[in-house]
């Protein structure tokens, strides 16, 4: 973070007056944490997301993104759900879009019996990329357990339309009906 005070930020690098506006607020990041943190770097990226100051932003965010990536692996794999949760939450603060993230997520809440929350993750992660079978696959899952038959059958027909000659499938929908 110290690393946006000796860019010079606050000097007008960049594109005219937002371009100033952002190297301000980029020079005072290094005091933020959290939401507050996040929200002053997605303002910066507002004001001057060509110039120096937004690249600083964007590099600080790809920086931390792969240190809070490793520490999530790492709770993960020790057993660590919630605190593996929360890091995975930040991640989705840095990064709407992943949806790599967002199904890791998902299988935690899942984990956790939080299923309202798991079911927002999955269908998050389908409705970006409605050939993520294994996202689908829980959906139908949880829809079944919740006794919502309509929307199980509906995800367990499109995974039998993706994956034709899988019988525990075909058995899955038939117990449906």
Do not use: W
């Not at 303002?43 to 999530?72: F, I, N």
């Not at 079978?133 to 059958?153: E, F, K, P, V």
Request: net charge negative; with cysteine; charged share 30%.
């Amino acid at each position: 973070m110290l690393a946006c005070a000796s860019l010079g930020f606050g000097r007008g690098e960049g594109k005219g007056a937002s371009c100033r506006e952002a190297g301000d607020i980029a020079s005072s990041l290094a005091n933020l944490s959290g939401e507050q943190l996040v929200k002053q770097e997605d303002r910066v990226l507002q004001l001057c997301p060509d110039g120096t100051p937004g690249h600083a932003v964007v590099k600080m965010r790809h920086k931390r993104s792969e240190e809070l990536q490793k520490l999530a692996d790492v709770q993960l794999a020790a057993g660590y759900d919630e605190r593996a949760a929360d890091a995975f939450r930040q991640l989705l603060r840095i990064d709407e879009s992943n949806i790599e993230i967002r199904y890791t997520l998902g299988v935690l809440y899942e984990r956790q019996g939080v299923l309202d929350k798991a079911e927002y993750e999955y269908r998050l992660v389908v409705l970006q990329d409605p050939g993520n079978s294994d996202a689908r696959r829980h959906l139908a899952d949880i829809y079944t357990l919740r006794g919502d038959l309509s929307n199980a059958i509906a995800e367990y027909r499109e995974l039998s339309a993706q994956y034709k000659d899988n019988p525990l499938l075909h058995f899955k929908l038939a117990r449906l009906y």
